[in-house]
């Protein structure tokens, strides 16, 4: 089972900040939050991942609460073309390269 | 150059039929991955091979057979084709199993 809980959708306008909220409240230690996104069919994209800093990249940032039991995505100006589902998922350091993908949300960018 | 690619796209077939899924990465990755979609968007991980050992086997049935010829193909063969069958199948890849994954863009299995 996914670690993870997301809010099922959200709306974003063009152009505004997008911001995706995820709580990771049995995060352990050595677990990663990595971000992956899924525009409508094609395979799941990478995006971000961050063990306890703040991450950015060319695509977003991510905010991990100090305590680590929850994160944000922020996309700084949607596009319509963000429209996706977005998948929040904690793993381990060590890993076999098993995602545990959860429901995700359904972000919609609108004009 | 599409990174990690599958053929064919989209599959159509009857009951009890056996099929091929093919894919190919051009990363130079030595881990490559199965994971399956089901109608309710789930996405699922059935198969993981590092340096064509395999690694991860997630309770698949014994009818689904993966076989890496190389460490740039992953092929998925699967036997008696059953209705529960019918999913989205990507590919991915990556360095080890560690680094983050790159996704193929999915073959649409339809069994009728």
């Known amino acids: 089972d996914a670690k993870t809980t997301q809010p099922p959708s959200m709306d974003c306008a063009e152009g505004r900040a997008a911001n995706l909220p995820c709580n990771h409240s049995?995060?352990?230690?050595?677990?990663?939050v990595y971000w992956y996104r899924q525009i409508h069919s094609q395979g799941p994209q990478y995006i971000i991942h961050g063990l306890k800093n703040n991450e950015t990249n060319e695509m977003a940032s991510l905010i991990i609460t100090e305590d680590r039991k929850s994160s944000t995505l922020i996309l700084p100006h949607a596009t319509l073309r963000d429209t996706a589902v977005y998948y929040c998922?904690?793993?381990?350091?060590?890993?076999?390269?098993?995602?545990?993908f959860g429901q995700g949300t359904t972000l919609q960018v609108k004009p | 150059d599409t990174a990690v690619s599958q053929t064919p796209k989209y599959l159509v077939t009857q009951m009890g039929n056996d099929k091929s899924i093919k894919c190919e990465q051009n990363?130079?990755?030595?881990?490559m991955y199965w994971y399956k979609q089901d109608s309710k968007k789930f996405l699922k991980i059935m198969f993981s091979y590092n340096n064509k050992e395999l690694i991860i086997n997630e309770t698949v049935p014994n009818r689904f057979s993966p076989k890496s010829p190389d460490k740039a193909h992953l092929n998925l063969h699967i036997n008696s084709l059953e209705l529960g069958d019918s999913a989205v199948y990507f590919c991915?890849?990556?360095?080890?199993?560690?680094?983050?994954?790159?996704f193929g863009s999915g073959t649409q299995l339809s069994v009728l």
């Open positions: 991915a890849s990556s360095q080890g199993g560690r680094e983050k994954l790159f």
């Open positions: 990363l130079g990755h030595d881990t």
């Open positions: 998922i904690v793993r381990p350091r060590y890993n076999t390269g098993k995602l545990i």
């Open positions: 049995t995060i352990s230690g050595n677990e990663y």
